[in-house]
């Protein structure tokens, strides 16, 4: 049996979800069946959720693992009660907080998640529009404004790695896709010449990338395990040939993804001050 995890916030659950998720990854061999109750903003809404959780409880005969964001100690107190395991980051982060800095907290149920600067969250909205008008080999006119053009064979992890850079930390971030005749001659390709030093390649390995492609195309040579071999080997032959730095991103997220290439290519240091406050 599945063992219930169950988020909960006031508002968009992104770190209790962050949180709880890097805490149960801990914990290898146990398979975990998580839901997300966002926007708990009323005691009626938290008393709801404590039904639910008693209910879950009931039917499973196992207390269900509650990771709660909550603010309002009412509504906090209420999901508490219920039959859970009740792990409460905020107190567990504020208390420390509020003694290290002399004065007790004011929180506010949604404050928690906002925009602080307007210009730095105007530039993550203008690289998002960046990433979407440079996708796939388009807009190659805009590419001397990117900071990171990444390189990959089709379903490689291209795209969602330049939306996560640009939503998250404004960087510009273009994607050119490797045809077959740029691999079956290991070329690099002429627009990409003169800017060499903005390449970053993505490889992964065969057996993950067939598995990609057959969701896409079934029973297609694009999908073959051959194919994906082929396409890998000389993509690989062409970072290093060409002394592109490249990831394996095999069993990687987009999260690990892109702070792997802020740091290997000195990203880190383009991006702008931060705009958004890492509770949510």
Avoid: W
């Avoid at 080997?233 to 069993?251: C, D, G, M, S």
């Amino acid at each position: 049996m599945n063992r219930l995890v169950i988020y909960i916030s006031d508002s968009t659950g992104i770190t209790a979800e962050t949180l709880g998720h890097s805490l149960l990854t801990q914990f290898s061999g146990l398979e975990f069946e998580a839901h997300t109750f966002r926007y708990i903003d009323s005691l009626e809404k938290a008393q709801q959720a404590a039904a639910l959780i008693n209910k879950a409880a009931q039917n499973t005969g196992l207390r269900p693992i509650v990771f709660s964001t909550l603010i309002d100690p009412v509504s906090q107190a209420a999901v508490a009660d219920s039959q859970c395991l009740f792990i409460d980051f905020m107190q567990a982060f504020i208390a420390p907080l509020a003694e290290e800095l002399g004065q007790p907290a004011r929180p506010a149920v949604g404050h928690s998640h906002g925009v602080v600067q307007e210009q730095a969250y105007q530039k993550r909205m203008s690289a998002v529009n960046f990433a979407l008008q440079s996708d796939d080999g388009v807009g190659l006119q805009n590419y001397d404004q990117a900071g990171v053009i990444l390189l990959g064979v089709s379903r490689s992890g291209k795209t969602p790695t330049c939306v996560y850079l640009a939503l998250h930390y404004g960087i510009y971030a273009a994607n050119y896709p490797l045809v077959e005749e740029d691999l079956e001659r290991i070329r690099l390709p002429e627009i990409l010449q003169p800017r060499r030093r903005k390449l970053f390649g993505l490889t992964i390995s065969a057996e993950r990338l067939h598995s990609i492609r057959k969701e896409r195309r079934p029973d297609s040579e694009y999908s073959s395990l051959r194919q994906c071999q082929y396409e890998l080997r000389q993509v690989e032959a062409l970072y290093r040939q060409f002394n592109i730095p490249y990831l394996n991103v095999t069993t990687m997220s987009v999260e690990e993804i892109a702070t792997s290439i802020m740091a290997r290519t000195g990203l880190e240091n383009l991006r702008p001050g931060p705009d958004i406050l890492p509770i949510t």
